[in-house]
């Protein structure tokens, strides 16, 4: 299935320098998992194959026959921003094959599943800091997402998400028990992985396998233990170049199309897009005429009206509504966006659930043991 590039402006192409080298405007593919191919002008169509090459945002280089080797370097790679102005992402080690051919034509795009343009990936802030004190049963000992759902924290599923839809660069705001969060990222490979493991004065380890989450950026943030989500929200900005972003709460699940939520912000032109959602319901209904009741009914499985799921997409400007480490995001920032017709609501009838009670985390551990959970799109 090739990339049509410009035909159809599926996308802007990046174009920029390769190790130093100056490029045109052509393709030079990027993918996942051998799902890429590259078009180059006057070649064939080739599947093309993962080079050794890494960089921030943990794209993987593949690389088509025709190019020469340029060696082992850093160099820079131009991509175009939102307004078509270029923005630069440093690269590293990169090597491409010996085959020598014309060069001059190297551009980049963004590929997912089956080869097809899937647009500019984002960064994701989650929220990690807070205490859970509805669940207490769990937080006593861990952060609440850390609390697992099956055998991994709720944090994982959250990300697996965003991962599924490209957004693999992920900012964690950090408070009560973050060090809990930063040990598993940073022991992942380990926790994740069959290690054989030689003792002695130079031990050395041997990982057996890999896992899909290898390309994932995690920016971990200590944005102290009573701040609020608006504070740690304003603390984690200085991470984010991009004009866009996604944003969070690290205890909500849903089935969301996150990319489609994307493409709504876009069209709507406000600071904030929420993913308005339908809760559970809590409490039986109670029908009463007089002094009598006359119906009871059971827990509706959804209330009627829109809550805020969460699951942001969330313009830069929000800055300027964000004060200090008191200052709640749902309270004065989202009522004054709200009340400046600044923020539009996606609405999202499908699956959504928040974990607040140990009952919540055990129903959602249910749904996931069963092999039946919703939000499991990856």
Known sequence: MPVRGRERGELPIPTGSLCGRKTAQGPFAFGTKGRAYAWMSGFNLNRIRRADFFCPRRWHVWECAGFHRCGVGRGNLVAT????????????????????????????????????????????????????????????????????IGERPILWHIMKLYAHYGHKEFILCLGYKGEIIKEYFRNYQWFTSDVTLQLGPK???????????????????????????????????????????????????????????????????????????????????????????????EKPEKQTGYINGGFFVMDRRIEQYLTDDNCVLEREPLQRLAAEGQIAAWRHDGFWQCMDTYREQQLLTQMWNSGRAPWKVW
């Open 81 to 148: 921003g939102e307004h078509g102005l270029p923005v630069e992402r440093p690269m590293h080690s990169m090597v491409v094959s010996e085959r020598a051919a014309a060069y001059s034509n190297a551009s980049a795009i963004l590929l997912g599943a089956g080869g097809q343009p899937t647009g500019r990936c984002m960064k994701v802030v989650i929220f990690c800091g807070g205490l859970g004190t509805r669940l207490r049963e769990e937080t006593e000992f861990r952060p609440k997402p850390m609390v697992p």
């Open 203 to 297: 031990p050395r380890i041997k990982y057996h396998n890999q896992h899909p989450e290898e390309d994932w950026v995690v920016t971990l943030v200590d944005t102290g233990l009573h701040t609020q989500t608006g504070g740690r929200l304003k603390r984690v900005l200085r991470f984010i170049e991009e004009d866009t972003f996604l944003c969070t709460y690290g205890d909500g699940l849903t089935d969301s199309d996150i990319n489609a939520s994307i493409a709504f912000h876009r069209r709507q032109k406000k600071i904030v897009t929420i993913t308005a959602v339908h809760p559970t319901g809590r409490f039986g209904d109670l029908e009463i005429k007089g002094d009598q009741v006359v119906a009871f009914n």
